[in-house]
C-alpha cells in the first residue's frame, strides 16, 4: 500500500494466520474447546483478505517471496 | 514794257503765293507727317519747277538723317526712304543749324566733291530750307534744278514760307503721330501689365490653393526666422491666423522655450544648406504640443542669394504617439513573455526560415542565437518519439491555417528532456499557402510534474483515507486474532505441540498490526506513541522482515553497537523509517549488493544534518548503507521534498524519505546523507539519546495479581466477536465482565448492575455513540472510569472533543497486557 510491498507483505502475514488456522481446524478434534478459537482466528483473517481485496487492485510490484 | 512785266511778275508772284496757299490748305488736310513731307516736296518740285526734290529728316533722338527721294515725290508712296545712319552733310548744315535759305551749284568750288548719299540725285544747281519750327529744326527740303536751270532769288523766300509752313505742320503731327504712338504703346502697356498681374493672379491663387489644401505646414521664414509665408494647415495646426503669423519670429512663437536656443543654431545648419530633415516639438496657441517632422529647402533670390527658408512640417505627434504606444505595447509584451518564460517562434514559409527568441532556444537547450533557423534544425531538437507528431502537427496547421497547439519533448545536446507546449497560428496566402507561422512555446516540465504528483498524491490521499477507515476494521480484526491467540497459549499445557502454530499465527498479527501503522501514517491517523526504545531491539524485531523485503540478491550486514543509548520514538515509527531507507537502499541495488545497517552512540556538537540543525548532545546513529548506484547531487537536493521520486509513479510515491524526515525530525533528530556515483548511498539517522528506561516491546504474558476486590467492567462494541474476545481476556485477568452491542444496551446494563467500576466502550458505534454514551453515565455515576477504544488514533478521536479528563484511550489492537496495563491505569493501581 505504502509502495505496493507493505500490502504484500501484510497480506502474506493473514495469509499465514489464515494457514495455521486452517491447520488447527483440520487438526482439532470436534469436540475439542479450542475449535472456536481457531475458526474465530480464521474468520479474522478472511475477513482482513477481504478487506485488503476490497481496498483495489494490488499494485504491479514485484512479489516479494 | 516795264509795267507789262511788272504786272507779269506780279501775275506770276500771285499765282505763286496762291500755289503756296494752296498747297498750305492741301496740305494742312494731310494726317501722315512722312506724307505731308513728300507732298510737300511734290508740291514745291512743281511750283518751283525743279528737276528733283529731296526731303532730309532728322531724327531728333540721335541726330541721323532718313531722306525721302524724289522717285517718290509724286507722294503715292515709293520705296525710297533711305535711311542712312549719318549725321546731317555739311553742306546742309548751315540750312539746319542756321535755319536759313541754302541756294547754290556744285559745279562752283565751294560745294565741289561732296559725296552725297545715294541714290541722291546729284546736284548741279540747288535751293535748301530748313523744315522747322519755332521749336526744332526737323529737316530740310532741297530743289534740285533743271539742267542749266538756277533758282531765282524771290524763290528762296517762297520756298522758306512753304518750309516753314510744312514745319509746323510737321510738327504738329510728329508731335501727334509721337503722342498717338505713345499713347498706343502706354495702351498696350496698360494691357500687357493687366495681363500680366491676371496671370500672376492666377498662379497666385494657384499656389495659394496649393499651399492651402496640403495637409502639411507650409512655412517660409526670412533669414531672422520671421515668418514670410504660411499655409492654411500650418495656421489651423498652430491655432494663429495668417495675419497674425506673418512678420512673426517663428522660433520665439512657435517652438517651446526650452528648445529655442538648439533650434536657433539648427535654423542657422539649415541656413547653411543643412538639408536633414528634423523633429521639433512646435508649440500651438492654446500651448499645446505637436511633435513636428521639418523638411526644409533654402529660398533664394535672383542672383542666388539666400534669403530665406522654404520647410514643410508634417505632424507626426499621433504617428509619434503610435509608435511609442507601440514600442510600450511591444516592451511590455517582451518582458512579460521573458518574465513567463513564454518562448516565441516565427516560421516565414517563403524563406523556409524559423526564427526562436532565445527563450525558445533555452527551452531546447541551444545557446542563445545559435538555432540554425530551419524546420530540420527545429525536428532534430524534438525528442525522437515526437517528431512524427510535431511534423504532422505542423503540416495540418499549415494546411488548414487554423490555430493549433502542441505537445511535445525536446532534447538537449546533453540528454536533458524538457516538455514543452505551445500555440500558434499559420496565416495563408491569397493561395491558400501557408505565407508565415507565429507563436509561442512554454517550458511546462515542472508544471506537468508538478500536475502528475498532485494526481498521485490525490491517489495517496484517496488510498489513505480508504486505509485509514480500513485500517480500523484490520485493527479490530487483528485485536481478536491476538486476542484469541492469547487465550489459547494461556489454555493449552505447554506441551501441546499446537503451541507453536499458535506462536506463529501471533507473529504473523503483530506484524500485520505493525503494517496497518504505514497506512495510517498517510491518513493522519497513526497512533504515536513514544516510548523508551533499544534500537538494536527494533533493529532485530523486524531483521526478518527486511530479509524478505529486500530479497535474495541484497545481503543485509548488521552491525549494532554495543551499551547502544536508548532513544524515546514511537515504535512504528521507527520501524517505517529502518524500512523505508531499507527499501531506497534495495532499490538502489536492482543487480544486488549488500545492505549495511549499524547503530551507535555519537555525540553532536550542535552541527547542521542535512535536514537541519540539530541541538549539541549525545545520540544514537542508525546508518542504512547500500553499495548501489549512488545519487547525483541534484538528487540528492531534493531528496526530501514530499513527492520528489526518481522511481516510476507505480513504484514511489515520492513520500519514504518524506516521511522519514518528518519521523526524525518530531523526535528532535537529524538525517546525514552521503553518496557516491557507482559507490552507494548511506543515509545516518540520528535520534536524540533518552534517559529512559525501556518500555518493553511487547511485554510477556505479565503475572498478573488478581484484584483484591472483585472489578466489574462493562465492555461496549458493536463488533461482537471482538466484545466477546475482550470479555474472555477481562475474565482471565480477573475482572467481572458486562457486554453490550449498543450504547441503548449499555444504558440498560448499566441501569441493572450498580457495580460496574468501568466502561470500556468503543468510540463510533451505531444509535448511541461511545461519548454520548459516556456523557450519560458518568451523569449518573461521576466516579465512573472509562476507557475508549479504538482503530482511530487518540488525536483523531480528540479532535471531536470527546476524551475529557479522566478518560483513558486504548489502541486496537490491543494485547491482553495493554488491555490489563490500561484498566489499571484507570483504577489508579499501576
Not at chain 2, 495702351?187 to 500672376?200: G, K, S, W
Not at chain 2, 502454530?501 to 497513526?526: N, P, V
Amino acid at each position: 500500500m505504502i509502495d505496493g510491498t507493505a500490502r504484500h507483505d501484510f497480506k502474506n502475514q493473514l495469509a499465514i494466520i489464515h494457514g495455521f488456522a486452517a491447520l488447527l481446524i483440520a487438526e482439532a478434534a470436534a469436540d475439542d474447546p479450542r475449535r472456536r478459537d481457531f475458526e474465530e482466528i480464521a474468520k479474522a483473517a478472511v475477513s482482513a483478505l477481504d478487506l485488503l481485496a476490497r481496498m483495489g487492485p494490488e499494485p504491479v510490484a514485484t512479489p516479494v517471496t | 514794257m516795264a509795267s507789262v512785266q511788272i504786272v507779269d511778275e506780279l501775275r506770276a508772284a500771285n499765282a505763286r503765293f496762291r500755289s503756296l496757299l494752296a498747297i498750305g490748305l492741301d496740305l494742312s488736310s494731310e494726317p501722315d507727317p512722312i506724307r505731308l513731307l513728300r507732298r510737300a516736296g511734290a508740291a514745291a518740285r512743281h511750283l518751283f519747277g525743279a528737276a528733283d526734290v529731296t526731303i532730309g529728316v532728322i531724327d531728333l533722338n540721335d541726330g541721323t538723317v532718313q531722306y525721302l527721294l524724289s522717285g517718290v515725290a509724286d507722294g503715292a508712296g515709293g520705296a525710297d526712304r533711305i535711311t542712312t545712319g549719318a549725321a546731317v552733310p555739311a553742306i546742309f548744315r548751315p540750312v539746319v543749324a542756321g535755319r536759313r535759305t541754302l541756294r547754290g551749284d556744285t559745279r562752283s568750288g565751294d560745294s565741289a566733291g561732296w559725296q552725297w548719299p545715294v541714290p541722291h540725285p546729284a546736284l548741279r544747281t540747288f535751293l535748301a530750307a530748313p523744315i522747322a519750327s519755332p521749336a526744332a529744326v526737323y529737316g530740310w527740303m532741297c530743289l534740285v534744278g533743271r539742267e542749266d536751270a538756277t533758282f531765282a532769288d524771290d524763290d528762296e523766300p517762297l520756298l522758306a514760307a512753304l518750309s516753314a509752313q510744312v514745319g509746323r505742320m510737321y510738327e504738329k503731327l510728329a508731335l501727334l503721330a509721337a503722342a498717338r504712338q505713345r499713347s498706343d504703346e502706354i495702351e498696350h502697356e496698360i494691357l500687357e501689365r493687366q495681363q500680366a498681374e491676371l496671370t500672376a493672379r492666377h498662379e497666385r491663387d494657384r499656389a495659394q490653393r496649393c499651399l492651402d489644401v496640403a495637409q502639411v505646414i507650409l512655412l517660409s521664414l526670412d533669414l531672422d526666422g520671421r515668418i514670410t509665408l504660411i499655409n492654411r494647415c500650418g495656421c489651423e495646426l498652430l491655432g494663429w491666423t495668417e495675419r497674425e503669423l506673418l512678420g512673426r519670429d517663428f522660433l520665439d512663437t512657435c517652438l517651446p522655450a526650452r528648445t529655442r536656443v538648439a533650434l536657433r543654431h539648427r535654423f542657422h545648419h539649415v541656413l547653411d544648406g543643412d538639408g536633414a530633415a528634423v523633429e521639433t516639438p512646435v508649440l500651438t496657441r492654446s500651448g499645446g504640443e505637436l511633435l513636428v517632422e521639418w523638411r526644409n529647402t533654402l529660398l533664394r533670390d535672383d542672383a542666388g542669394r539666400v534669403i530665406g527658408t522654404f520647410s514643410s512640417g508634417t505632424d507626426i505627434t499621433a504617428r509619434h504617439r503610435a509608435v511609442e504606444a507601440l514600442r510600450t505595447a511591444e516592451e511590455r509584451m517582451r518582458f512579460a513573455l521573458q518574465n513567463a518564460n513564454v518562448g516565441v517562434w516565427d516560421m516565414n514559409y517563403r524563406t523556409g526560415t524559423l526564427r526562436w527568441s532565445e527563450t525558445v532556444e533555452a527551452q531546447y537547450g541551444v545557446p542563445p542565437g545559435t538555432f540554425a533557423g530551419t524546420i530540420e534544425a527545429f525536428v532534430a531538437r524534438v525528442h525522437p518519439d515526437d517528431r512524427a507528431g510535431v511534423r504532422e502537427t505542423f503540416r495540418k496547421a499549415a494546411e488548414s491555417g487554423a490555430d493549433f497547439s502542441f505537445h511535445h519533448r525536446s532534447i538537449w545536446p546533453d540528454g536533458t528532456v524538457r516538455w514543452l507546449s505551445g500555440a500558434g497560428r499559420v496565416q495563408l496566402g491569397d493561395h491558400g499557402e501557408p505565407v508565415r507561422g507565429v507563436g509561442t512555446s512554454v517550458d511546462d516540465t515542472e508544471r506537468r510534474a508538478l500536475e502528475e504528483q498532485y494526481l498521485q498524491s490525490q491517489k495517496m490521499e484517496a488510498i489513505a483515507l480508504l486505509a485509514g477507515g480500513v485500517a480500523h476494521d484490520f485493527n479490530n480484526l487483528l485485536t481478536e486474532i491476538l486476542g484469541h491467540c492469547e487465550l489459547l497459549l494461556a489454555d493449552l499445557d505447554p506441551d501441546d505441540t499446537r503451541q507453536a502454530d499458535i506462536s506463529e499465527i501471533q507473529k504473523a498479527g503483530a506484524r500485520a498490526a505493525g503494517l496497518t501503522r504505514q497506512l495510517m501514517a498517510f491518513s493522519r491517523k497513526e497512533a504515536i506513541e513514544p516510548t523508551v526504545l533499544d534500537l538494536n531491539v527494533v533493529v532485530g524485531g523486524i531483521r526478518e522482515m527486511l530479509g524478505r523485503l529486500i530479497g535474495d540478491d541484497v545481503s543485509v550486514a548488521l552491525k549494532l553497537g554495543p551499551e547502544l543509548a536508548r532513544i524515546k520514538a514511537d515504535h512504528g515509527q521507527v520501524e517505517q523509517v529502518l524500512m523505508n531507507l531499507a527499501v531506497n537502499a534495495r532499490d538502489a541495488m536492482p543487480r544486488g549488493g549488500t545492505l549495511r545497517i549499524e547503530t551507535a552512540n555519537v555525540n553532536l556538537d550542535g552541527r547542521e544534518t542535512m535536514t537541519g540543525p540539530v541541538a549539541p548532545g549525545p545520540y544514537v546513529a542508525l546508518t542504512v548503507a547500500d553499495t548501489g548506484t549512488g545519487m547525483t547531487a541534484p538528487v540528492q537536493a531534493r531528496l526530501f521534498e514530499p513527492f520528489f521520486t526518481t522511481k516510476g509513479p507505480v513504484q514511489g510515491t515520492g513520500l519514504g524519505l518524506a516521511t522519514v524526515d518528518g519521523i526524525v525530525r518530531r523526535s528532535g533528530g537529524g538525517i546525514d546523507v552521503c553518496s557516491e556515483i557507482g559507490r552507494g548511498t548511506s543515509f545516518t539517522v540520528y535520534f536524540p539519546q533518552s534517559l529512559d528506561a525501556v518500555t518493553a516491546i511487547i511485554a510477556p504474558p505479565p503475572i498478573v495479581p488478581p484484584p483484591i476486590r472483585i472489578q466489574t467492567v462493562l465492555v461496549v462494541d458493536d463488533a461482537a466477536a471482538l466484545c466477546e474476545l475482550t470479555r474472555r481476556l477481562l475474565q482471565r485477568l480477573g475482572y467481572a465482565v458486562l457486554v453490550a452491542a449498543t450504547g441503548d444496551e449499555a444504558l440498560r446494563v448499566f441501569a441493572e448492575n450498580a457495580a460496574i467500576d468501568v466502561l470500556l466502550t468503543d468510540v463510533v458505534m451505531p444509535g448511541t455513540s461511545g461519548p454520548e454514551l459516556t456523557r450519560r453515565l458518568v451523569e449518573q455515576r461521576p466516579t465512573l472510569k472509562v476507557i475508549y477504544m479504538s482503530g482511530y488514533t487518540e488525536d483523531v478521536i480528540s479532535q471531536h472533543g470527546v476524551i475529557g479528563s479522566g478518560i483513558a484511550f486504548l489502541h486496537k489492537p490491543f494485547t491482553s497486557a495493554t488491555l490489563g496495563g490500561k484498566i489499571r491505569e484507570v483504577m489508579g493501581q499501576c
